[in-house]
């Protein structure tokens, strides 16, 4: 349980790090995002953005899609092959896991 605890902290603290370093290194983006937000806080009775506001908060997340499509959180995917295939010259058979290292 731990790991996955961590895990889930670690990806969501380096996805929020490097949006807010990326945001920074652009300060028109950021100040989109930041009329987003304040225009979706000033149609509401309190300063909050709540679960079903962020639907309304498109650019916000683009940035932040960006962000993890950049500095991605999980350096390396997996993919089973459907049939045998040749990779740089060497054979995978059918029904094997591949990881990819980003």
Same mark, same amino acid.
């Given at each position: %349980?731990?790991?996955?605890?961590?895990? #889930?902290?670690?990806?969501?603290?380096?996805? *929020? !790090?490097?949006?807010?370093? !990326?945001?920074?290194?652009?300060?028109?983006?950021?100040? &989109? %995002? $930041?009329?987003? %937000? @304040?225009? *979706?806080?000033? =149609? &509401?009775? %309190? =300063?909050?953005?709540?679960?079903? =506001? *962020?639907? &309304?908060?498109?650019?916000?997340?683009?940035? *932040? &899609?960006?962000?993890? @499509?950049?500095?991605?959180?999980?350096?390396?995917?997996? @993919? $089973?092959?459907?049939?045998?295939?040749?990779?740089? #010259? @060497?054979?995978?058979? !059918?029904?094997?896991?591949?990881?990819?290292?980003?």
């Amino acid at each position: %349980v731990d790991t996955f605890l961590v895990a #889930g902290y670690e990806t969501t603290a380096s996805t *929020l !790090s490097w949006t807010l370093y !990326s945001l920074a290194q652009h300060p028109e983006h950021q100040d &989109k %995002v $930041r009329e987003e %937000v @304040r225009q *979706l806080l000033s =149609d &509401k009775a %309190v =300063d909050t953005v709540e679960w079903e =506001d *962020l639907p &309304k908060l498109p650019f916000l997340t683009q940035c *932040l &899609k960006e962000a993890m @499509r950049l500095h991605s959180p999980v350096p390396y995917i997996s @993919r $089973r092959t459907k049939e045998a295939t040749v990779i740089d #010259g @060497r054979s995978v058979p !059918s029904d094997t896991y591949v990881a990819i290292n980003l």
